[in-house]
């Protein structure tokens, strides 16, 4: 049974950083922990501890935060133990009788312990002879008691002869085990397989990927330094020569660059750690095993999915067909990191729709069922489209579950309309659908669910000109930004009925703009405003116990997107995407933005300021959609 042990000293406390140990060339001293400094200001933290568990023991392994432990008893056995530097609980193992002619190269849990098919795995190589077979000595967790398995049957030549690999660099990823053989650079899995009420059923399974990895020029020996983090994502000690640690940074989310750490002890019996950058080994995606292919797949997304089918028959094997009815939801979900996207209706008698990645340009052209085909997108929110029919009928629909949701048929009489709005998901009871015209100004009002709709004509707001912008619902209020930045906002109770009022002490915050949008950003209501001539974007802060716009110099991590039908904003999952005000406007094929940072226009195609937007198309039939509340 796993207990616990008490230390002296203990372990060094958890940190953002992990900890470099170094234990004693005869494990008969303490070892001494060193990580890197929380500053570059401030001074190396080295820290030495009396941690008597530890003494005579070798570190062999880091695996899923425990510790490896080994040491060689004087009754000529191997001793092996498993310890958690956080819980302080250790688990023996059975001694294991030392074999001469048999060296180990490397130890590894299969999966974490408590799982019942954890296991202890020792790869153990022959010392004598190249042409005798290498084995694998295992002991689960479980039962406590060691086995040994060969597996040169496994390999052949092409002869058909069995050849004397071993298998060496075994790592864990997703709960699989994987190791290479050393000559030939093929990859295989191991699993390790027991039934939990037989305590002599614990089997090793090994099989061949058949992937060969890219050979590395360069010998391997082990050091004796030993890379691990306290909160359990574990580095563990490597298997490189001259004492080296391969690492990858990201450059500002540029280009990765591979960096070789060298690590040497001092005489001053201080760590010195050198980098420097050289060119990363070319790898290719058909290189990597079937089960990380998958795992590849599973992180991909609409565009990036269908790619990566169309890449090989293996990537078509690793990402089945998608039924984006049942699946595009779940695909989405996946991809915290998506922005919204712009919906381009290009061919509305053949219901296709043009969905745009506003960051890398990609294009997903979907299909809509027959009874949304001619429909014109009227207003988007948390993933549900309003739409108009030529037939003037209005309805509720998500492109991506295909759910469609009827309203009542839109008033005979019904005069231009200059913008559509909703307050909550039409799936709820509180949902209200609102429609504002002009001369007069009235709005037309329904639920879901309503045979038909409410009117009300706006006697209080007669000054107010609607504009094409959508409508805001703040703290249970509709907001309208008119024509000239004239504010309104608007309360409709639950028969229906509304009451206007004139936000007419609130000035406009610009004489001269050519279009204004409304958003709520972060807890508060913006208005965006665009010059005449396309030269500046200001955006404003409403201050409601001032009566006064208040002028916004910065959003943060959060993005702005606007069009005719739908403007709102987000929060900025993915890198440089902050700060930005979208257009639904092309320089070529890449959508178009405004830098608060900057105030200047760009495209993420060129990084350079857009001087004239005398050919920057701008889109007519389409809004914006945040795929992540699909």
Same mark, same amino acid.
């Given at each position: 049974m796993a207990r616990?042990?008490?230390?002296?000293?203990?372990?060094?406390?958890?940190g953002p950083y992990p900890w470099l140990t170094y234990i004693h060339e005869y494990f008969d001293e303490?070892?001494?922990?060193?990580?890197?400094?929380?500053?570059?200001?401030?001074?190396?933290?080295?820290?030495?501890?009396?941690?008597?568990?530890?003494?005579?023991?070798a570190i062999e392994m880091v695996c899923y935060g425990w510790l490896i432990l080994h040491s060689l008893g004087i009754d000529n056995h191997d001793y092996f133990?498993? %310890?958690?530097? +956080? @819980?302080?609980? *250790?688990?023996? =193992?059975?001694?294991?009788? $030392?074999?001469?002619?048999? #060296?180990?190269?490397?130890?590894?849990?299969?999966?974490?312990?408590?799982?019942?098919?954890?296991?202890?795995?020792?790869?153990?190589?022959?010392?004598?002879?190249?042409?005798?077979?290498?084995?694998?000595?295992?002991?689960?967790?479980?039962?406590?008691?060691?086995?040994?398995?060969?597996?040169?049957?496994?390999f052949?030549?092409?002869?058909?002869?069995?050849?004397?690999?071993?298998?060496?660099?075994?790592?864990?990823?997703?709960?699989? %085990?994987?190791? +290479? @053989?050393?000559? *030939?650079?093929? =990859?295989?899995?191991?699993? $390790?397989?027991?039934?939990? #009420?037989?305590?002599?059923?614990?089997?090793?399974?090994?099989?061949?990927?058949?992937?060969?990895?890219?050979?590395?020029?360069?010998?391997?020996?082990?050091?004796?330094?030993?890379?691990?983090?306290?909160?359990?994502?574990?580095?563990?000690?490597?298997?490189?020569?001259d004492s080296k640690v391969e690492l990858h940074?990201?450059?500002?989310?540029?280009?990765?660059?591979?960096?070789?750490?060298?690590?040497?002890?001092?005489?001053?019996?201080?760590?010195?750690?050198?980098?420097?950058?050289?060119?990363?080994l070319e790898w290719h995606l058909l290189d990597l095993p079937y089960d990380m292919l998958r795992v590849i797949a599973e992180h991909t997304v609409l565009v990036d999915y269908l790619n990566f089918r169309a890449t090989s028959k293996l990537c078509r094997a690793a990402a089945p067909p998608v039924q984006w009815r049942t699946a595009s939801k779940k695909l989405l979900q996946t991809q915290s990191s998506i922005?919204?996207?712009?919906?381009?209706?290009?061919?509305?008698?053949k219901g296709v729709v043009t969905y745009v990645d506003p960051k890398f340009g990609n294009r997903?052209?979907?299909?809509?069922?027959?009874?949304?085909?001619?429909?014109?997108?009227?207003?988007?929110?948390?993933?549900?489209?309003?739409?108009?029919t030529d037939s003037n009928s209005m309805i509720f629909f998500n492109p991506f579950s295909r759910t469609t949701i009827q309203l009542p048929p839109m008033p005979s009489n019904s005069n231009y309309y200059s913008s559509f709005g909703f307050s909550s998901l039409p799936t709820s009871s509180d949902c209200v659908v609102v429609g504002v015209t002009s001369q007069p100004v009235q709005l037309d009002i329904t639920t879901p669910g309503r045979s038909e709709w409410v009117r009300c004509v706006l006697y209080e707001v007669t000054a107010f000109a609607p504009c094409r912008n959508n409508p805001v619902f703040y703290e249970g209020l509709f907001y309208f930004l008119g024509r000239d930045g004239h504010l309104v906002d608007l309360v409709v109770d639950e028969d229906l009925g509304c009451f206007a009022n004139d936000l007419d002490d609130i000035k406009s915050p610009c004489d001269s703009f050519c279009q204004n949008f409304l958003v709520e950003c972060d807890g508060n209501l913006l208005s965006v405003f665009v010059s005449n001539f396309w030269e500046w974007v200001k955006v404003f802060k409403l201050n409601l116990s001032e009566s006064v716009w208040e002028e916004v110099e910065s959003l943060g991590n959060h993005m702005i997107y606007v069009s005719d039908s739908t403007s709102f904003s987000t929060v900025a999952k993915t890198p440089g995407m902050e700060n930005k005000i979208y257009f639904p406007r092309f320089s070529g094929d890449n959508i178009i933005f405004y830098s608060l940072s900057t105030c200047k226009f760009y495209t993420f195609g060129s990084m350079e300021p857009l001087m004239a937007f005398h050919n920057a198309g701008n889109q007519l039939q389409c809004g914006w959609i945040d795929l992540l509340g699909a």
């Open positions: 616990e042990r008490e230390f002296s000293h203990g372990f060094p406390s958890p303490d070892p001494f922990f060193c990580t890197m400094p929380p500053s570059l200001s401030s001074s190396k933290h080295v820290e030495t501890r009396s941690i008597p568990y530890l003494r005579g023991k133990s498993i %310890l958690n530097p +956080i @819980t302080s609980e *250790s688990i023996d =193992l059975p001694p294991l009788k $030392v074999r001469k002619n048999l #060296r180990s190269s490397r130890c590894v849990l299969s999966l974490p312990p408590g799982n019942h098919d954890s296991a202890l795995l020792i790869f153990r190589r022959k010392k004598d002879s190249e042409n005798k077979p290498h084995s694998i000595q295992f002991c689960s967790l479980l039962h406590r008691k060691w086995k040994k398995t060969w597996y040169h049957q496994i052949k030549d092409d002869d058909d002869v069995e050849c004397y690999e071993f298998l060496c660099r075994a790592v864990n990823m997703s709960g699989k %085990l994987y190791a +290479i @053989t050393e000559l *030939s650079k093929m =990859l295989v899995m191991i699993d $390790v397989v027991l039934d939990p #009420r037989e305590e002599d059923s614990t089997e090793l399974v090994i099989r061949s990927l058949g992937s060969q990895l890219p050979i590395l020029n360069r010998p391997f020996s082990c050091f004796h330094f030993t890379w691990w983090n306290l909160v359990g994502n574990f580095l563990s000690k490597d298997y490189l020569g940074e990201e450059d500002q989310g540029e280009k990765a660059e591979e960096v070789e750490m060298r690590v040497s002890l001092g005489a001053d019996e201080r760590i010195h750690i050198m980098a420097e950058k050289r060119e990363a922005s919204p996207w712009l919906m381009l209706q290009a061919d509305k008698k997903y052209f979907m299909t809509s069922p027959e009874s949304v085909g001619d429909a014109t997108i009227c207003y988007s929110k948390d993933g549900w489209l309003l739409m108009i």
